[in-house]
Nanobody, 124 residues
Framework: QVQLVESGGRLVQAGDSLRLSCAASGGTFSDYVVGWFRQAPGKEREFVGG????????SCTESVKGRCTISRDHAKNTVYLQMNSLKPEDTAVYYC?????????????????WGQGTQVTVSS
């Protein structure tokens, strides 16, 4: 059983950068792919990007491509989401999720473990 805890969300201004962390405990975290999702008020959950297991690269969805970098530190059992040039439309609760496999998928139902979320608010 994997437990996930996100952190790093806060109020920022448009154009700022932010790094969110997803710390894992329990299980062998390197065996899990990790996806980042976000949900804005009144909107459906959206896949932001994900990172595979040890030898599979990260990917970000088209809406944030060029502004998003996902990395993982296996020694710290932590995955990071770096977002640059933040926009007000990036305001949402950001969740990390984990699943067994090699490559992340954009479908939330594929992920068995979820964190509690961290709020990111981008002011204009």
């Amino acid at each position: 059983q994997v437990q996930l805890v996100e952190s790093g969300g806060r109020l920022v201004q448009a154009g700022d950068s932010l790094r969110l962390s997803c710390a894992a405990s329990g299980g062998t975290f390197s065996d899990y792919v990790v996806g980042w999702f976000r949900q804005a008020p009144g909107k459906e959950r959206e896949f932001v990007g994900g990172i595979g297991t040890r030898y599979v690269a990260e990917s970000c969805t088209e809406s944030v491509k060029g502004r998003c970098t996902i990395s993982r530190d296996h020694a710290k059992n932590t995955v990071y989401l770096q977002m640059n040039s933040l926009k007000p439309e990036d305001t949402a609760v950001y969740y990390c999720a984990a699943a067994r496999g090699r490559r992340p998928t954009p479908w939330g139902d594929d992920y068995a473990y979820w964190g509690q979320g961290t709020q990111v608010t981008v002011s204009s």
